[in-house]
């Protein structure tokens, strides 16, 4: 395993994140390696979330790790379904540093998805895991969080701050970029 660079908005390459992506077809070891490359650098940079043009790969892939208990997920051609409700909360994402704004995301949805075997699975998600599924599947689309916002895009020392006042518990440890929820979550 090797970890990866992420492409930030900040890097000249960034109209990789703007490309179109190409549907996975070999299910074979070097996706494997890929998938689990994206997980030791979506975790090395505390995000919940990666999608593969992130870190240069033009294929309909990323990784998720929004519930600690279910662990890492790798989803493969996504497919949104049956998105339902309404919902708009602050997000993140590890290719705009810093950086936060508000997205208004389906509040509930289901995810038809092939798993690293190339096995058809069907989650349902709520909540935080459901505007992760929407963020990353942007991503893929070559859409950035930062063409949905609601309001302004505000540095974390802002967001941090504002947090605090509105509660003393929290701390900085709460922000996880790709995607982030802190406002509702907490
Ligand atoms: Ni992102």
């Given at each position: 395993m090797a970890l990866r660079n992420i492409v930030t908005?900040?890097?000249?390459?960034?109209s990789v994140l703007r490309k179109k992506t190409r549907i996975v077809e070999k299910f074979d070891e070097r996706l494997k390696e890929l998938a689990a490359d994206m997980i030791e650098t979506m975790h090395e940079a505390n995000g919940v979330g990666l999608a593969a043009p992130q870190v240069g790969i033009l294929r309909r892939m990323f990784v998720m790790n929004v519930d600690p208990e279910e662990g890492d997920l790798v989803i493969i051609n996504p497919e949104i379904i049956d998105p339902e409700g309404a919902d708009v909360a602050y997000e993140g994402c590890l290719s705009v540093p810093q950086m936060y704004g508000q997205v208004k995301r389906p509040t509930r949805l289901k995810l038809k998805y092939q798993d690293l075997q190339g096995e058809v699975q069907e989650i349902e998600a709520e909540g935080l895991k459901a505007r992760c599924i929407c963020h990353e599947t942007d991503h893929i689309n070559g859409i950035m969080f930062t063409d949905k916002i609601i309001g302004e895009l505000i540095h974390e020392s802002k967001l941090i701050e504002d947090e605090a006042k509105r509660?003393?518990?929290?701390?900085?440890?709460?922000l996880k970029p790709?995607?982030?929820?802190i406002i509702e979550e907490n």
């Open positions: 908005v900040d890097t000249d390459r960034t509660d003393p518990k929290s701390s900085e440890q709460d790709d995607s982030v929820e």
